[in-house]
T-cell receptor
């Protein structure tokens, strides 16, 4: 079936450094990918919509300069958390839809747990 | 805007008990409805879905019926197992390539 893969699955970094998370669609092309953030024991919050070949669309309250999204190809989107701080620690999940298959269903990556010290 | 409301947890049940997790939605048009499950330490997995009114989604013994008249998509299972312990998310998406709107999730714990 369709698979979305994220890397790394977990990362620990020092405050002030930048971290890049990759999201790949392994057997389908995704013109659009979605990045979510999940706080402990809470639901998923949509951060941004990543569009291949164009700028990402950010949800209200999400800092675009802090969370850089690049969707350079039809199978890869990256989220870079710049100058990370402890409050950025969270579980980040990407997702994509295979438009040639299941109607509406989003496939999710495994998630990337970021811990900023 | 579109929204999903699901019952708050946590829900604790004994093994073989009957499970219902309520989910209602607000949306324009005719959204597709989903239940996703998140096992401890893992990402989200699609559990079941329904794309039009009166459709019943089912998987692994779980069922949910798309009720347009009550704007609901309640999740049910006749006999839960310890392995069903997870967080369950109800979600919807309008037509087209739009992101999912999630409910807040319901944590289920099944004890032997």
């Amino acid at each position: 079936g369709a698979v979305v893969s994220q890397h790394p699955s977990w990362v620990i970094c020092k405050s002030g450094t930048s971290v890049k998370i990759e999201c790949r669609s392994l057997d389908f092309q995704a013109t659009t990918m979605f990045w979510y953030r999940q706080f402990p024991k809470q639901s998923l919050m949509l951060m941004a919509t990543s569009n291949e070949g164009s700028k990402a669309t950010y949800e209200q309250g999400v800092e675009k300069d802090k969370f850089l999204i690049n969707h350079a190809s039809l199978t890869l989107s990256t989220l870079t958390v710049t100058s990370a701080h402890p409050e950025d620690s969270s579980f980040y999940i990407c997702s994509a839809r295979d438009l040639d298959r299941a109607i509406g269903e989003l496939f999710f990556g495994e998630g990337s747990r970021l811990t900023v010290l | 805007g579109d929204s999903v409301t699901q019952m708050e947890g946590p829900v604790t049940l004994s093994e073989e008990a009957f499970l219902t997790i309520n989910c209602t939605y607000t949306a324009t048009g005719y959204p597709s409805l989903f239940w996703y499950v998140q096992y401890p330490g893992e990402g989200l997995q699609l559990l079941l879905k329904a794309t039009k009114a009166d459709d019943k989604g089912s998987n692994k013994g779980f069922e949910a019926t798309y009720r347009k008249e009550t704007t609901s998509f309640h999740l049910e299972k006749g006999s839960v197992q310890v392995s069903d312990s997870a967080v369950y998310f109800c979600a919807l998406t309008p037509r087209g390539n739009t992101p999912l709107v999630f409910g807040k999730g319901t944590r289920l714990s099944v004890i032997a």
